[in-house]
């Protein structure tokens, strides 16, 4: 969502004045810059949080800016030894983004705040104690003496609407469970639990097929710091209109690891994994095991999509490959694969544990021809011997051919015919769109 369409919502003008030249930057927002506004402290770590201090710093720009002065609390960075030398590891996104914007950063040492010293406002922006503070996506619990430490307390940015999705993680969330709409939420900061406390202001979402998390976490960022930014310059009006969250519809999201980008070729349809692709894009992405002579390699699906059957028709065989088969390899740019739903993925790039990405004709030539096996395995299997064959799971019956056929190739049927054929085939698959099956 646009800056301009976020004035739209707020009815308000909103002008978006970014630059890269940094000394004027400093001279329009700077940390010595003296305004009637507030002295933030922004305590935020990864990308999300990172796109929404950006959005405040655009956001900022009107005749009353409601931040004076900001400044950013994230984790320190981690490092890590190779040979002699200590080079970064892991580097909070929302440090590095106000470092290029020129705020001074703290460092917190650990992830447990009970005896963090909070700082006091830069001498150069007066001194003396922040205002509020800001919290977006930091993953630290912040307590009571922290929030109750500045005067006009502290509120959170939540990529979610509340109650929904409370938690780490509600963009991967809403993408593995296919919603539609989605949104932002700017809350008070609650004393005991994570993302409870009142509602101040929220804004719908609305979340296309071809989002990803990457994606989401810049567009909801941008939404968010815009977000905030307004409920800064409203604030007491906003909080004698807060809302109350209601505990009844409350869900919690949980933090994702590796383990859950695993494909299981046995229950797992086309349109999961796909969930699954968008879910964890730009983070732990989808991965499977193939066999090469008696070793079994680690594969990350990195860039995959749902092929188009009207241009890429089915091969005459299909129905004879078990799901996490290879069906095309050779002399195509995609390496496709079946699944659990009789539908395809199409997967063009790869990469193997350890080593650097490839793409599917790099792939095929490199693993694919020197290996027996023609599909991928859920785990490894003892390489001793050969690879077990595929177990359909208990009860599972495999859709007809008739099933991959999109409804707009499908004969037409009069409305005689229509009845007739709906009388008694309740086990008949219905196909409800075009993308159901290919």
Known sequence: MSAYLLGRIWAVPVRLQRTTNLYRWRRRFSSSRTVDGLKVLFFGTDEFASFTLSSMMDQNYTSNPPIEHIE??????????????????????????????????????????????????????????????????????????????????????????????????????????????????????????????????????????????????????????????????????????????????????????????????????????????????????????????????????????????????????????????????????YIEFTCIDGCRIHVTRFQVASKQPVDAYQFNAGYIKKSKDIRMVTSPTDTRRLTPPFVYPEGYVRPTVGDFIPPVLLPKKNKVEDEATDVGDEDTPVLEDDDTFV
């Open 72 to 333: 950013v609390v994230c984790p320190q960075a981690i490092y890590k030894r190779r040979g002699k030398k200590e080079v970064v590891d892991w580097k909070s996104r929302a440090g590095t983004k106000a470092e290029s914007l020129g705020i001074k950063v703290h460092y917190t040492t650990s992830r447990v705040m009970t005896d963090w010293k909070i700082p006091e406002v830069d001498e150069r922006a007066g001194g003396g104690k922040f205002d509020i503070g800001v919290v977006s996506s930091f993953g630290s619990f912040l307590p009571e003496r922290i929030i109750n430490y500045f005067p006009k307390g502290m509120i959170n940015v939540h990529p979610s609407l509340l109650p929904k999705y409370r938690g780490p993680s509600p963009i991967q969330t809403a993408l593995l469970n296919g919603d539609t709409v989605s949104g932002v939420t700017v809350l008070e900061v609650h004393p005991q639990k994570f993302d409870a406390g009142n509602i101040l202001a929220q804004v719908p979402f609305v979340i296309e097929p071809q989002h990803k998390r990457a994606d989401l976490m810049i567009l909801m960022g941008h939404v968010g710091g815009g977000l905030v930014t307004k409920v800064l310059g409203q604030l007491d009006l906003v909080r004698k209109k807060a809302l109350v969250q209601d505990e009844s519809k409350v869900t919690v999201t949980k933090m994702f690891g590796l383990l859950d980008g695993q494909i299981i070729w046995e229950t797992m349809s086309a349109e999961q994994i796909m969930r699954m692709h968008r879910a964890f894009y730009g983070s732990e992405s989808v991965y499977s095991f193939f066999r090469v002579k008696n070793k079994f390699h680690m594969i990350k699906f990195l860039e995959l999509h749902r092929p188009n059957p009207k241009k890429y028709p089915l091969a005459p065989n299909y129905l004879e490959y078990a799901p996490g088969a290879i069906l095309k390899a050779r002399k195509h740019p």
